[in-house]
């Protein structure tokens, strides 16, 4: 009579050979409080890029390095992945109020791209405590200047020679600077545009959204390749981010250009303090003291 089969034989032979050949288990993947972290810092970045222009990496890189144990280089290459979205949104809703000057984008944008190559060469090579001195004291003279003079609305440069080749200009000013420094293209482009092509705060808010597209699109290329981004990880800070922003777009459309400048003067300062806390020599610690 043949016994039925229990499933509590012994091991087979040859069992323990194939178990020791199997791959361990690698650690658990990332649980829903990781991802959930990553949508929050996304729409904490979307409202920067929605009110003021700004890619949000200036808040998304050190909420990413401190909430989600990121590194600081792959902290910055994934947030420059939810930067896309976050522009594309933001941009689209300035555009659909025609707050968006295209034509200077499109002259803005190619000096950008290769001024933030640019900046990234000058980064290996050049000593920066001097460059990064005059770029705070930049900061600080548009910031001083927005809370002296109230931006206004409703003026736009026509297109001359003369302002196309400054729009050039411009992009080379803003992506090397953004390479040189990390700081987002919409400090420097968004005051920039107010004070030298005399355009309005929205639109030159919607432009520098605009501009930031494309080179965002070159760095996560670049990152890509490097092995630095985590494009799970950026969509989902970018599609928070994306939803976040276009309430941000509509609350700086209802917000007075006076109180504007102020917020705009305010972010400008808080850029400029960070950039000297970088500045300043490491303090050391008196021999004995921890």
């Known amino acids: 009579?043949?016994?039925?089969?229990?499933?509590?034989?012994?091991?087979?032979?040859?069992?323990?050979?194939?178990?020791?050949?199997?791959?361990?288990?690698?650690?658990p993947g990332p649980g829903r409080g990781y991802w959930a972290t990553l949508a929050a810092i996304g729409a904490a970045g979307g409202v920067l890029s929605g009110l003021f222009a700004i890619g949000g990496g200036i808040l998304m890189v050190?909420?990413?390095?401190?909430?989600?144990?990121l590194d600081q280089r792959q902290a910055a290459a994934t947030s420059l992945v939810a930067i896309i979205p976050a522009a594309a949104a933001s941009s689209a809703t300035y555009l659909a109020h025609g707050d968006v000057n295209i034509a200077g984008a499109a002259l803005v944008a190619p000096g950008a791209v290769v001024g933030a190559v640019a900046g990234s060469y000058l980064l290996r090579r050049l000593p920066l405590a001097w460059l990064r001195w005059m770029f705070i004291a930049f900061i600080v003279a548009n910031a001083v200047r927005l809370l002296v003079i109230a931006p206004e609305r409703g003026h736009l440069a026509h297109l001359t020679a003369g302002v196309a080749l400054g729009y050039i200009g411009l992009g080379l000013v803003v992506g090397t600077a953004s390479g040189l420094f990390g700081i987002g293209g919409g400090i420097i482009a968004v005051p920039l545009l107010i004070a030298g092509f005399g355009v309005s705060d929205l639109t030159a808010k919607g432009t520098a959204l605009l501009v930031s597209i494309p080179a965002s699109v070159a760095g996560t290329v670049t990152s890509r390749r490097g092995g630095l981004v985590d494009v799970r990880a950026g969509l989902v800070l970018g599609m928070a981010a994306a939803a976040a922003s276009v309430p941000a777009v509509y609350a700086a459309l209802a917000i007075p250009p006076a109180l504007s400048?102020?917020?705009?003067?305010?972010?400008?300062?808080?850029?400029?303090?960070?950039?000297?806390?970088?500045?300043?020599?490491?303090?050391?610690?008196?021999?004995?003291l921890t």
Request: hydrophobic residues 55%; glycine residues 10%.
């Open 261 to 288: 400048g102020i917020l705009f003067a305010a972010l400008l300062l808080a850029v400029a303090a960070q950039l000297t806390a970088k500045a300043l020599p490491a303090r050391q610690t008196p021999a004995g």
């Open 1 to 27: 009579m043949t016994k039925a089969f229990t499933g509590t034989a012994g091991p087979v032979p040859g069992d323990d050979k194939a178990a020791a050949a199997a791959p361990p288990a690698g650690p």
């Open 62 to 69: 050190p909420l990413l390095i401190w909430r989600a144990r």
